[in-house]
T-cell receptor, first 116, second 111 residues
Framework: GAGVSQSPRYKVAKRGQDVALRCDPI?????LFWYQQALGQGPEFLTY????????KSGLPSDRFFAERPEGSVSTLKIQRTQQEDSAVYLC??????????????FGDGTRLSIL | LAKTTQPISMDSYEGQEVNITCSHN???????ITWYQQFPSQGPRFIIQ???TKVTNEVASLFIPADRKSSTLSLPRVSLSDTAVYYC????????????FGAGTTVTVRA
């Protein structure tokens, strides 16, 4: 497939468990973004990678959230000691180059995380 | 990103044209206007982007008046499958990569 792929599509975890969400961006895309979307609201920015470098993590809600992109392609968003308020859809997006090229972000279909 | 205001919801019928107006009074000189579409259980999908006047692609048209304080997304001859949330974003994407979607406009197309 040519699009952004996210896995799993659905994840249910008990409060306190750790979870890992995977994003496969479009091949060759330099920029990768993570967003969080609560029910009935628009997506909100979490973090941004340019290749393997995490250039902006200002949107991560707490130090329980951690993202990595070690080889500049696949990215993983990890949430430690999950809490009920972490329940949301987590979206990954990628774009071909750095933001200054003004190119649109291409989104995956997200991972719906439910914390019991 | 400039603040935007758009209707919460709109209803339409198959075959009609749907026009969604977005207000952005404090748009800056370097800002572009971008629209995304989101279907249930899917991620947002880029529809169209413009700076001034009119932009048209195979999906929609974007009308931007000279003062750029508003813009209108036009969806021609909608079908049931156009039922979605439509988001208007305004910003200089070279700097404002933290897309701020707001609540969007829920468009419901009925048979």
């Amino acid at each position: 497939g040519a699009g952004v792929s996210q896995s799993p599509r659905y994840k249910v975890a008990k409060r306190g468990q750790d979870v890992a969400l995977r994003c496969d961006p479009i091949s060759g895309h330099v920029s990768l973004f993570w967003y969080q979307q609560a029910l009935g609201q628009g997506p909100e920015f979490l973090t941004y990678f340019q290749n393997e470098a995490q250039l902006d993590k200002s949107g991560l809600p707490s130090d329980r959230f951690f993202a990595e992109r070690p080889e500049g392609s696949v990215s993983t968003l990890k949430i430690q000691r999950t809490q009920q308020e972490d329940s949301a859809v987590y979206l990954c997006a990628s774009s071909p180059s750095a933001p200054e090229r003004n190119q649109p972000q291409h989104f995956g279909d997200g991972t719906r995380l439910s914390i019991l | 990103l400039a603040k935007t205001t758009q209707p919460i919801s709109m209803d339409s019928y198959e075959g009609q044209e749907v026009n969604i107006t977005c207000s952005h009074n404090n748009i800056a000189t370097n800002d572009y206007i971008t629209w995304y579409q989101q279907f249930p259980s899917q991620g947002p999908r880029f529809i169209i982007q413009g700076y001034k006047t009119k932009v048209t692609n195979e999906v929609a048209s974007l009308f931007i008046p000279a003062d750029r304080k508003s813009s209108t997304l036009s969806l021609p001859r909608v079908s049931l499958s156009d039922t979605a949330v439509y988001y208007c974003l305004v910003g200089d994407l070279s700097n404002d990569y933290k897309l701020s979607f707001g609540a969007g406009t829920t468009v419901t197309v009925r048979a």
